[in-house]
């Protein structure tokens, strides 16, 4: 498990964590607009008749207890009633549509998140602290209920509490004037300041001491939130391998079942185990069960204030249950500024953590040049002196690097593992920039072309290629709205062609069954053919196909490259593989060792050289023996 890691500054000054919850709002807003003011309406509307209802109730029980007149009872019956249908309605209006509208919030939001992490330069979109950030801004909503959302529920509790106390104000204002009749006893005090003064300074004792409770209450459970983070990230590693389907066989295999259950179970410990050591020894238990004692005692010191009051005879009975109400609400209400407040510092860190991770930096130089439109595909790609080190790392993954691609041509990139060639692949489609050097497109260093028109002229078929559990042709165009006939030729044209017409849904055959049961699951030769055919449906000028073949059987294997002239046309093609079998048909083999081009030149001149070439081919000499 991780070391431990210095604790996180939680709070900030009052003004700071203003700026920061506001600046909160106002992206949800315009992520949702019309949803807080649907809430602000549904709560102060509530609190409004829930007021007026209090008073009319007030008069009826005096009515009740005095003169009994008919015409008076049934009009504060009705306009209970009614105050009663009036208030659902609008909640129910106000509730619905609030909800719908939070609902796509919550959708936009993630959105906007993943939007970023999509965004970042590769480099920096790989990176595990970076990645951390992300999934972490998820994990302070659910673990801890801070973020972004919570300051809608601050704001709103703001604004109900200020309405409460102002609504509670209005019904207590003759209370503070009510009289107890002269001659009874304790009258001189009753009558006098000093009493209001005297529950005023109890209710603010107990309003501080129960912010105190709750403020070091709080810290002490923010503080475990960073030690759940490596739980959580187990538990979503553990539940996401379960889910998947190419782990199953071997999971049965080797019984990782155990294994699995192990690693959840130490991230368990360690993320409770610190939680506890912070919530189990006790301290936190007696701040949260005095919080609750103080929350209490507010109660039942203006059932005092106004059963004092009752008793010597200063108002009706009716008046007892509005004082009564409206005291406690004001207590409790006024107590929950300073707490709103607090809580309102507490959050204003992790939402200054979302909004940091929105604010990262995109440090490759995004340039603004289009890319010329040739319909000749005469695009010439040249890397001058090309130089890379990944981040932190003290050695070169590639350095010196000269090559410049023939139009048309086809070259074949081969090597041991770690020799540089998908480093190389990486820096050609710009995932990364080069530290030395130079990449040129038609003579333009390719940092001044805007990327994604860049990257318009490069298909590529990733070893680890994706595809979406979505219809087989819309996994070709990329697209809902494709052009069904293109891509049925591009996928003939890699070798699917017999397949498609074995299929009865044809293009709109879903791949696998996670959203339709009647989806295919296809092996994995038939989905590296489809990766393929989406590369030649962009029909770029230029197509890289990194292991083409690398889950094709033999006969297979044969059949592609036996296409693979047609297949590419008039494009530039670029191989990485393995199969040095592969390189015989290319009309340029770069041979990579330690991060630098070792040799170049033909499959028979490469052959007769007796360099690196031909030892990686006698390496595979048993293979290509028997080919022959």
């Given amino acids: 498990m991780p070391k431990k890691q210095k604790e996180q500054k939680y709070e900030m000054s009052l003004k700071e964590s203003a700026v920061w919850t506001l600046q909160a709002i106002r992206l949800l807003h315009r992520l949702a607009p019309g949803e807080m003011e649907l809430a602000f309406a549904d709560d102060i509307s509530g609190i409004i008749f829930n007021y007026v209802n209090i008073f009319l109730m007030a008069r009826l029980i005096d009515e009740l207890a005095t003169e009994m007149r008919p015409e008076r009872l049934i009009l504060f019956a009705a306009l209970i009633i009614a105050g009663t249908v009036v208030r659902q309605i609008l909640h129910y209006t106000f509730f619905h549509i609030k909800q719908y509208k939070g609902i796509f919030r919550g959708e936009k939001k993630q959105y906007m998140l993943s939007r970023k992490l999509a965004s970042l330069d590769y480099v920096d979109a790989e990176r595990q602290d970076i990645r951390d950030r992300f999934f972490k801004i998820k994990q302070d909503e659910d673990w801890a209920d801070k973020g972004i959302n919570s300051a809608y529920s601050i704001a709103e509790n703001l604004i109900c509490v200020v309405t409460d106390i102002i609504s509670c104000i209005a019904l207590t204002v003759s209370f503070l004037f009510a009289k107890v009749p002269e001659g009874t006893l304790g009258a001189w005090f009753l009558n006098s300041p000093l009493f209001i003064l005297t529950v005023a300074a109890a209710a603010v004792l107990i309003a501080k001491l129960l912010t105190l409770c709750f403020t070091a209450a709080e810290r002490l459970q923010l503080k475990t939130n960073d030690a759940s983070a490596q739980m959580n990230r187990m538990e979503r590693h553990t539940r996401d391998i379960q889910k998947d389907e190419s782990r199953a066989l071997d999971m049965r295999i080797y019984s990782q079942k155990e294994q699995l259950i192990a690693m959840r179970r130490e991230a368990i410990d360690y993320g409770y185990g610190a939680m506890s050591k912070k919530l189990s020894k006790g301290r936190y238990g007696i701040l949260k069960l005095l919080q609750f004692a103080l929350a209490y005692s507010t109660d039942w010191l203006m059932y005092l204030a106004v059963g004092l009051k009752a008793l010597a005879g200063a108002f009706s009975i009716g008046s007892v249950t509005q004082y009564v109400y409206a005291l406690t609400v004001l207590s409790d209400n006024l107590s929950k500024v300073p707490l709103t407040l607090n809580e309102m510092r507490l959050n204003a860190p992790y939402i200054k953590k979302v909004f940091d991770f929105m604010e990262l930096p995109n440090n490759m130089y995004q340039g603004s040049l289009t890319t010329e439109k040739r319909s000749d595909r005469q695009y010439d790609i040249e890397f001058r002196d090309v130089g890379f080190k990944y981040p932190a790392a003290e050695t070169w ?205 033909t499959h028979d001149s490469l052959i007769n050289a007796q360099g690196r070439y031909r030892e990686l081919w006698e390496a595979q000499a048993g293979y290509y023996q028997k080919e022959s």
């Fill in 397 to 601: 993954a590639l350095r010196h690097v000269n090559i410049k691609f023939r139009v048309g041509t086809r070259l074949a990139v081969v090597g041991e593992n770690g020799s540089g060639k998908t480093t190389f692949i990486k820096l050609l489609c710009r995932l990364y920039d080069p530290q030395e050097g130079q990449i040129l497109l038609n003579g333009i260093d390719i940092k001044k072309y805007n990327p994604r028109d860049y990257m318009g002229v490069l298909s590529v078929v990733f070893q680890d290629y994706f595809l979406l559990s979505q219809p087989l042709g819309e996994n070709v165009g990329c697209s809902k709205d494709y052009d069904r006939k293109k891509a049925e030729k591009c996928l003939t044209e890699a070798g699917f062609g017999e397949r498609l017409e074995s299929l009865p849904e044809g293009l709109d055959t879903y791949i696998n069954k996670e959203f339709e049961p009647k989806g295919v699951q296809f092996s994995g030769g038939e989905l590296q053919k489809i990766a393929i055919a989406r590369a030649l449906y962009k029909n770029a000028p230029f197509i890289i196909l990194d292991e083409p073949t690398a889950a094709l059987d033999p006969i297979a294997e044969a059949e592609i490259y036996k296409q693979f002239d047609d297949i590419t046309g008039d494009r530039t093609a670029i191989y990485i593989s393995h199969r040095l079998s592969s390189c015989r048909f290319c009309d340029e083999i770069a041979v990579f060792d330690g991060g630098r081009i070792v040799e170049r030149g």
